[in-house]
Each structure stands twice: as structure tokens, then as C-alpha cells.
């Protein structure tokens, strides 16, 4: 069974950083593409950030500069390194593979 479980959330200052990480279990974890994704309060859910089995990174052009994705295939784990961040990063953000996704860790910016 496919299981994501999404951490490192929390409330944070405008311009500044935190660490997700997405544990993932029950796939070949080192075979699988990898995506981050967010839904923000009364909106749809938008694509972040994906890397490849080869490492191969792609951001959301809103994202781009602030956010990096990278993956430890000897513990299973994806994150999401985000800087700078604003109030309108503030969202619910996913960890998602094979069509499946996590429960979320909540991402709050605000003074």
C-alpha cells in the first residue's frame, strides 16, 4: 500500500524558511516520480515542484528561486526546501506519487 506521510509544516514569518520532508513507503520509492503540491484556503490544488529517478527538477514558475526538491532514495524521503517565502505560500502542501497523495503538513506565513 502506497503511503506518503508529509512533515515539517508550520507558522512562519514572511521572508522566511522551512523544511518539508514526505516519507514514503509500500513502492519502489527510487523508481517513482516524485511531486509536491498545495491547496491554499477556497482554491484548487497546484502543482509545486517535481524531480525524476534522475534528479531532474521542475518548479511552478512561481516557485522558481525560492524552492528546491531533492530526494534520499536510502530513506525513502522527498522534501521541500522553501526560502523567502510570502503569505501567498500559504497552503496545504501535499506529497504525491502514483496518483496518491498524503494527509498534508499545513504551511502558514504570516507576521
Known amino acids: 500500500e502506497v503511503q506518503l506521510v508529509e512533515s515539517g509544516g508550520g507558522l512562519v514569518q514572511p521572508g522566511g524558511s522551512l523544511r518539508l520532508s514526505c516519507a514514503a513507503s509500500g513502492f519502489t520509492f527510487r523508481r517513482s516520480v516524485m511531486t509536491w503540491a498545495r491547496q491554499a484556503p477556497g482554491k484548487g490544488l497546484e502543482w509545486v515542484s517535481t524531480i525524476d529517478t534522475g534528479g531532474t527538477t521542475t518548479y511552478a514558475d512561481s516557485m522558481k528561486g525560492r524552492f528546491t526538491i531533492s530526494r534520499d532514495n536510502t530513506k525513502n524521503t522527498v522534501y521541500l526546501q522553501m526560502n523567502s517565502l510570502k503569505p501567498e505560500d500559504t497552503a496545504l502542501y501535499y506529497c504525491?506519487?502514483?496518483?496518491?497523495r498524503g494527509q498534508g503538513t499545513q504551511v502558514t506565513v504570516s507576521s
Open positions: 504525491t506519487a502514483l496518483g496518491r
